[in-house]
């Protein structure tokens, strides 16, 4: 049987979204939550009629949203549904988001019942201002509160989620923040670069001049600060934006990096099956409403050429820690990477941006800043 990730989005938020989010999550539809679970556990044993015999899971993710909204008992009303339906892997990993204000022990005990071994509680930062600023539900005292009530309720696989470039943060408030993240038995840390999306609160706050951002070059010195110290507390980087102690690496996020199969359920859920990737619709009543119907929510399909898939590989490859393979590169594709690329890796390779070691082709530790520039190059 092929390993399987699956995702489970769920599309709620306590009472507004944050200001630099994007996401297909919704703040107004409290009253639609019981729906859309028992919707999303229909949609769960449709799929599974296609899949289920094909597949073991190897990693489960709830995202969002913010699945630590949903009531008690609605966790684990999809979880059983998932194994009634699914293979789970002895091992597999179970994530499921959590933001601090969201998070109590009766959740949390019912997350660990049914299984869920890892928890990425969502933190961003520990000053109080910034959190303020991007719109969080929470402060850093609820922070602080809500890693310690993982820890206690037995929880040993925990992520914190932090962010830099964010109005009014500062480079000490960087320095803060990973130092209280080491110090908080954290296994797993990923640091993301705020991202402006057009039609969010916080690209319309990037305008005001009144508001200070950090400019390009103080986000990069942020981020490798991020890097050095998460790498002193014995921290490495496998991923970007992806740090992690020793064996505590994210297998679900990996398998994304590495090409693998994904089956998303819940709206707006993109999937990834036979070379072929296909979407769920965003639309929240339609969804409702093909599920009532007994009908696959597919919005959109689009099958990936071997072209696509390669350039693909390579772009998701050079994110990661072990980069590309090139013997396995080459086999998949039947290209020469080396020799085909040759001028475009002697250029990069002399100029110290990617390295040519152990049959692999790797970014290096200082490159990740023109990240996007050395892939576009090598595409």
């Known amino acids: 049987m092929k390993n399987l ?35 999303l556990c229909s949609e769960i044993e449709m799929r599974a009629k296609a899949y289920g015999d094909y597949y073991r899971v190897s990693s489960v993710y709830f995202g969002g949203g913010t699945p630590s909204t949903l009531d008690e008992g609605q966790f684990t009303k999809i979880m059983l549904t998932l194994k009634k339906n699914f293979k789970l892997s002895k091992h597999a990993e179970i994530t499921i988001e959590c933001n601090p204000e969201s998070m109590t022990r009766e959740k949390l005990k019912e997350y660990l019942l049914l299984g869920c071994n890892r928890i990425s509680i969502g933190g961003q930062s520990i000053n109080d201002k910034v959190l303020m600023a ?10 602080k509160e809500a890693i310690k009530l993982a820890r206690d309720c037995g929880f040993i696989n925990i992520n914190v989620d932090m962010m830099i470039g964010l109005p009014y943060q500062t480079i000490l408030d960087v320095k803060k923040m990973v130092r209280f993240l080491t110090r908080s038995k954290i296994t797993h840390i990923s640091a993301y670069s705020l991202i402006l999306e057009k039609n969010t609160p916080l690209f319309d706050m990037s305008l005001d001049e009144n508001i200070p951002f950090p400019t390009e070059d103080e986000t990069i010195e942020m981020y490798n600060i991020v890097y050095s110290q998460l790498k002193k507390a014995g921290f490495y980087r496998y991923e970007v934006s992806n740090f992690s102690l020793p064996d505590f690496e994210c297998a679900h996020n990996l398998n994304y990096w590495q090409m693998g199969e994904y089956l998303a359920f819940g709206l707006a859920g993109h999937s990834y099956l036979n070379d072929t990737r296909f979407n769920n619709t965003e639309d929240f009543s339609e969804y409702i409403e093909k599920i009532q119907n007994d ?20 772009m998701l490859g050079l994110r990661t820690r072990e980069g590309i393979d090139i013997s396995k590169y080459d086999n998949s594709f039947g290209t020469h990477i080396l020799k085909d690329k040759q001028k475009e890796i002697e250029f990069l390779s002399s100029r110290g941006f990617i390295s040519l070691k152990d049959g692999h082709i790797k970014v290096c530790e200082n490159a990740y800043y023109v990240l996007n520039s050395i892939i576009l190059k090598l595409i």
């Open 5 to 39: 990730s699956l995702y489970i989005h769920i599309p709620f938020c306590n009472q507004k979204k944050c200001n630099y989010c994007s996401f297909v999550s919704y703040c107004d539809k409290e009253d639609k939550k019981a729906q859309y679970v028992d919707c």
């Open 295 to 314: 009908e696959v929510p597919v919005y959109s399909v689009e099958k990936i050429t071997l072209e696509m898939k390669r350039e693909e590989t390579l």
């Open 134 to 143: 991007i719109g969080r539900r929470h402060n850093a005292r609820q922070l």
